[in-house]
Nanobody, 122 residues
C-alpha cells in the first residue's frame, strides 16, 4: 500500500553535513506522521526525529537536537532530514517510517523504508 525510499546517504567527514530524503508513494492518506530512526552496527534501532503531517510539529532525540532538522514537502510526498555538525557516532543506517501520530516508538509506525547508510569519518 505504501512504499518509502530513502536517499542521500553517504560518507562525510566529521563536522560536515548531509541531507537525507524519503519519498513516499502509494496510498499514504492525507494525514500522516513521518519519523526518522537509525541503527548503528551492533546497536538497537533508535529514534532520531519525527514530524507531523503539516510539518508544524517536530520532535528530536537529545543526541541530535540542535544539529538535525526534519522537514517535509507534501506536494512532493517527501520528507527530509538535514544533518549538520555530523559526528562519528552518527554513523548508522537511517530509516524513514510512516505513522499516524507524533511518537518516538517504532511500534507506532506502520511502514518503513529500506534505509540509507550514513558514515561519518573522523
Amino acid at each position: 500500500q505504501v512504499q518509502l525510499v530513502e536517499s542521500g546517504g553517504g560518507l562525510v567527514q566529521a563536522g560536515g553535513s548531509l541531507r537525507l530524503s524519503c519519498a513516499a508513494s502509494g496510498r499514504t492518506g492525507s494525514w500522516y506522521t513521518m519519523g526518522w530512526f537509525r541503527q548503528a552496527a551492533g546497536k538497537e534501532r533508535e529514534f532520531v526525529a519525527t514530524i507531523s503531517s503539516s510539518g508544524g510539529l517536530t520532535a528530536y532525540a537529545d543526541s541530535v537536537k540542535g544539529r538535525f532538522k526534519t522537514s517535509r514537502d507534501n506536494a512532493k510526498n517527501t520528507v527530509y532530514l538535514q544533518m549538520n555538525s555530523l559526528k562519528p557516532e552518527d554513523t548508522a543506517v537511517y530509516y524513514c517510517a510512516l505513522g499516524s501520530k507524533i511518537t518516538g516508538w517504532m511500534r507506532d509506525y506502520d511502514y518503513w523504508g529500506r534505509g540509507t547508510q550514513v558514515t561519518v569519518s573522523s
